[in-house]
């Protein structure tokens, strides 16, 4: 048994950094990445198998011809998306559909749940996740006005922090965080605004009625589950998509894979598993059949599963 290693993708966008070069090693494509596509089947920005038999091939590919690996799951698509988002501006904000309104209204799509784990942040770092208004008319009505100020809820953060952002959730990530995002595979975004800022000269669209649609209100704050602990590894939140893990690895442990495939991201440290080395910045599918995993090392992880 061996691990499956993935190339990530990057994305250049107008509030990114260099974070991903400085913090983790990687060739950037410039100054202004904000997204690294770290374990991705999604066509907008599709990861390759990094060495072993299945070296080069898209992940894609990999899921469609050799499905046993991911305990035959039964999808018509790689299920999930893991990202490390370095957000050295404000990104917009936005909310996303689930999947009954992607399917309809985003020629096939699925939605996007989605869970935002604080690798780092700045001292006074905060985030944007839900809204103030009662209802759809006041809703429309602040928005139309741009009193995002009464609007938004901003919440301040730190390292470490753990965050369940739901389909109809308004949110955003604010400058001075670097996130780990686990999500569903899907690249939907509406955005309600983006603080007139301007690409290529014009103002990135936004998507107000699409919004409008699908936002939940009023907002119900979803309270952190309650940590499982495993000794090294914690379960951070489980729902119909994902479960998420935070491991923190020092000398030599193991687990048994219950789900289909899991998905792993070294955030440092280093470690081994099935005789090969991972290291800070690293992402890996562990396959099916993969039974007790012994590893060993000083390092720490986010671990994912589908459900």
């Not at 953060?157 to 670097?178: C, E, R, S």
């Not at 940590?227 to 491991?247: H, R």
Request: charged share 25%; net charge negative.
């Amino acid at each position: 048994m061996s691990i499956i290693r993935i190339n990530p993708v990057f994305k250049e966008v107008i509030w990114g950094g260099s974070r991903l070069k400085t913090d983790f090693g990687y060739d950037i494509p410039s100054d202004h990445t904000g997204e690294c596509w770290a374990v991705s089947a999604h066509p907008d920005g599709e990861c390759t198998v990094s060495g072993g038999e299945f070296d080069g091939e898209p992940l894609s590919k990999l899921w469609n011809e050799h499905r046993e690996l991911f305990g035959n799951y039964p999808s018509d698509r790689f299920p999930l998306l893991t990202k490390i988002i370095d957000a050295n501006g404000d990104l917009s904000i936005q909310v996303h559909p689930d999947d009954s309104y992607a399917a309809v209204n985003e020629n096939g799509s699925l939605g996007k749940m989605e869970c935002w784990y604080i690798i780092d942040c700045d001292k006074d770092a905060t985030i944007i996740i839900g809204h103030n208004a009662k209802t759809k008319e006041e809703l429309k009505s602040m928005i139309d006005n741009e009193k995002w100020s009464e609007l938004i809820r901003e919440i301040p953060v730190k390292k470490g922090d753990f965050f369940q952002i739901d389909p109809g959730t308004v949110h955003a990530i604010k400058a001075g965080t670097l996130i780990l995002e686990t999500q569903q595979s899907s690249d939907i975004t509406y955005r309600l605004y983006d603080y007139g800022r301007l690409q290529n000269g014009k103002p990135r669209p936004l998507h107000i009625e699409k919004s409008l649609d699908v936002i939940e209100v009023p907002f119900v704050e979803r309270k952190a589950q309650e940590e499982e602990s495993d000794g090294w590894m914690k379960k951070l939140y489980s729902c119909k998509y994902y479960t998420v893990w935070k491991a923190e690895l020092s000398g030599e442990e193991s687990f048994t894979t219950e789900q289909p495939f899991m998905i792993g991201s070294v955030l440092s440290g280093e470690a081994e598993l099935y005789g090969e080395k991972v290291s800070k910045g690293d992402h890996f599918i562990i396959p099916a059949g993969s039974g007790e995993t012994r590893i060993s090392g000083n390092a720490e992880f986010i671990f994912s599963a589908p459900m």
